[in-house]
């Protein structure tokens, strides 16, 4: 069975960090983009970052550049997003996501729902003012 399990949020102060990172079991994921998206109660699941399958290119939504990074271990199966500077409106469920296709990464597809068909339960982060 292919599955994407999150771990890593929590609740944290603002100004503070926090690492989550998305374990794949099943099958390899190493020939594929990898994505974070986050969804905020009552709002739609948005784009936050992504990586290319040789983590040569990442893409980030404009509200977190500069304070989270993405980064992927294909040897491990991992894909993660280290989280700084950590603001209230980061507040949110995060999911991990696979890209449906392979070797194929493009900035206009990647920030895209419809890109991805494999997915994590999600883990919760929380920032306090």
């Known amino acids: 069975q292919v599955q994407l399990v999150e771990s890593g949020g929590g609740l944290v102060q603002a100004g503070g960090s926090l690492t989550l990172t998305c374990a794949a079991s099943?099958?390899?994921?190493?020939?594929?983009?990898m994505a974070w998206f986050r969804q905020a109660p009552g709002k739609e699941r948005d784009f936050v970052a992504a990586?290319?399958?040789?983590?040569?290119?990442?893409l980030y939504t404009d509200s977190v550049k500069g304070r989270f990074t993405i980064s992927r271990d294909n040897a491990k199966n991992t894909v993660y997003l280290q989280m700084n500077n950590l603001k209230p409106e980061d507040t949110a469920v995060y999911y991990c996501?696979?890209?449906?296709?392979?070797?194929?990464?493009?900035?206009?597809?990647?920030?895209?729902?419809?890109?991805?068909?494999?997915w994590g339960q999600g883990t919760q982060v929380t920032v306090s003012s």
């Open positions: 996501a696979a890209d449906r296709a392979t070797y194929l990464f493009a900035s206009a597809r990647a920030e895209l729902f419809s890109t991805y068909d494999c």
């Open positions: 099943g099958r390899s994921f190493s020939d594929r983009g």
């Open positions: 990586v290319s399958w040789t983590s040569t290119r990442t």
